[in-house]
């Protein structure tokens, strides 16, 4: 039974990994499209220049800052 038990409790922890990841990706892809969308002013007052940003949406969606990952 314990056994069972295991194996059950690490197909879920990997599920919820994966759906985690998926949602992570999801969140960067939007905050990356945000960030792609803002004005030249309000680039200018988060602290970013163009170049910055635009380096920023070269990046792959894997391409994450390192706090993020788990």
Same mark, same amino acid.
Do not use: K, Y
């Given at each position: ?50 170049? #910055?940003? #635009?380096? #920023? ?14």
């Amino acid at each position: 039974m314990f056994a069972l038990s295991r194996a059950f409790s690490t197909h879920h922890a990997r599920r919820v990994s994966l759906l985690t990841r998926m949602a992570d990706a999801e969140a960067m892809s939007r905050q990356r499209r945000a960030l792609s969308q803002l004005d030249p002013h309000l680039r200018r007052d988060i602290g970013l220049s163009d170049w #910055e940003i #635009e380096t #920023e949406l070269r990046r792959t969606l894997w391409d994450v800052p390192p706090n993020w990952r788990r």
